[in-house]
């Protein structure tokens, strides 16, 4: 167990949905980032919060969204939902903006 | 654009032999490295770092190498045994402090018995 916690761990939706991953950082992590991994694809960076503001964005869609509660759990929000979202979301923590992340065990979304 | 990329998808080595994982990456501004190991079920853990003022960095079984003039680095697991078969990403920071992590596709390792 890594202390980061995600849920749900799979969910299974259909297109133009909306769904809502969750993540509870490890205790004392402040920073919360989240990844998106399609088939064969790497980890790609969406978007990182820390102690409840967003810090840095990467290639997330315009129709996804996040926030870092006062309690410094996340949510990741994904809307009308295209096939292509099928994916693996991961939420990693860490202190500070520290290079090693603490990654959950993923939210595998399948759209269909 | 993949900034850092994983060449080979899988790798299959003999228990006890050396497993050598390879990484390219593009961008110049790039100054930390990490290697994450995955198994089956569960999310990426780290492994091992560099930092680009290192060529080497080394951790019991495993040695990670960098090559900054050919923007390249290798992660070394010597002896190999069958607890090792994973997925091994290999990860780049860059200098601007947005402190996100760019990730190669994977290597999937199998160490045969």
């Known amino acids: 167990d890594s202390g980061v916690t995600q849920t749900p761990k799979h969910l299974i939706t259909a297109t133009g949905q909306r769904v809502t991953l969750r993540c509870s950082p490890r205790s004392g992590d402040l920073s919360v980032y989240w990844y998106q991994q399609s088939l064969d694809q790497g980890l790609q960076f969406l978007i990182q919060?820390?102690?409840?503001?967003?810090?840095a964005k990467g290639n997330i869609l315009e129709r996804f969204s996040a926030q870092q509660f006062p309690d410094l759990h996340s949510e990741l929000n994904l809307s009308s939902l295209e096939l292509g979202d099928s994916a693996l979301y991961f939420c990693?923590?860490?202190?500070?903006?520290?290079?090693?992340?603490?990654f959950g065990a993923g939210s595998r979304l399948t759209v269909l | 654009d993949q900034q850092v990329k994983q060449n080979s998808p899988s790798l299959s080595v003999q228990e006890g032999r050396i497993s050598i994982l390879n990484c390219d990456y593009t961008?110049?501004?790039?100054?930390?490295f990490l290697w994450y190991k995955k198994y089956p079920a569960e999310g990426p853990t780290f492994l091992i770092s560099i930092s680009s003022i290192k060529d080497k960095n080394e951790d019991g079984r495993f040695t990670v190498f960098l090559n900054k003039s050919a923007k390249h680095l290798s992660l070394h697991i010597v002896p190999s045994q069958p607890g090792d078969s994973a997925v091994y990403f290999c990860a780049a920071s860059d200098q601007t402090g947005a402190n996100n992590l760019f990730f190669g596709t994977g290597t999937r390792l199998t160490v045969i018995p």
């Open positions: 961008n110049s501004m790039f100054d930390y």
């Open positions: 990693a923590s860490s202190y500070s903006g520290a290079n090693v992340l603490t």
């Open positions: 919060y820390y102690n409840g503001e967003e810090r």
